[in-house]
């Protein structure tokens, strides 16, 4: 696999929502607030994942955008602070935030699996062992389509409601696209063996569905 250096950055959103609100919660999501993002320009796609096994928090949301600026716009600025009563019904609900902006620094494969593999690192900017064992990982276990090295921006990281700001750490992570759970367990797996140093966590999510820009009735 080749790595491939890129100007576009990823909104990542992760959270958990009462049993007694879920329902209306996934129905917020996948019936407006997703296609209300989408829609901004310089979004890309946006992804719906599901905590596929033991997790902190349940439901995880990415969305892709052409740079980094589009999360300091105009247009996205005016979205956060202009949200409807459904919107703010919901996210006051929310529990067990986490918010972070997210350069995508490199891009290794293509491909949209219907699992991923989210590691999350100890340190802001991966270490150039754990990029090169990632891709060799990556180009070794069957199923896995494509990974992302993701590095913060704390600056645009606002806080989500109920997510304390007191420990909110500079990590990077990386994302493996995979086309079944197995693959994104080995590779989770493999690469916290290899760079168990660098690894605070690794985890798994199913796709649950995904939005691109293009799609979207304009």
């Not at 990542?12 to 049993?19: A, G, K, L």
């Not at 703010?88 to 891009?107: A, E, G, H, S």
């Not at 276990?141 to 606002?158: A, K």
């Not at 700001?165 to 500079?170: C, E, M, N, T």
Request: glycine share 6%; hydrophobic share 40%; charged share 25%.
């Amino acid at each position: 696999m080749r790595f491939r250096d890129t100007d576009a950055a990823q909104l990542m959103t992760w959270m958990d929502i009462p049993p007694e609100h879920e329902d209306e919660f996934n129905a917020w999501y996948d019936k407006e607030h997703l296609a209300e993002r989408v829609a901004i320009p310089g979004f890309v796609w946006a992804r719906r994942y599901q905590a596929a096994d033991a997790s902190v928090r349940k439901y995880l949301a990415l969305y892709r955008v052409g740079s980094i600026d589009v999360l300091a716009s105009p247009a996205y600025q005016n979205a956060i602070e202009d949200q409807s009563y459904w919107s703010k019904t919901n996210l006051d609900r929310i529990t067990n935030t986490f918010r972070r902006v997210m350069k995508v620094d490199w891009i290794s494969g293509i491909g949209t699996g219907s699992y991923i593999s989210l590691i999350i690192t100890n340190q802001s900017v991966l270490a150039r062992a754990t990029m090169l064992s990632s891709a060799e990982i990556a180009k070794s276990t069957p199923g896995i389509l494509g990974i992302h090295g993701l590095s913060p921006d704390m600056h645009l990281s606002t806080s989500m409601p109920r997510e304390g700001s007191d420990h909110r750490k500079r990590t990077g992570c990386i994302v493996a696209d995979a086309i079944h759970r197995k693959a994104a367990t080995e590779f989770r797996d493999r690469l916290m063996e290899a760079v168990p140093d660098q690894i605070q966590d690794g985890l798994i999510f199913s796709l649950m569905w995904e939005l691109r820009f293009e799609e979207l009735e304009r």
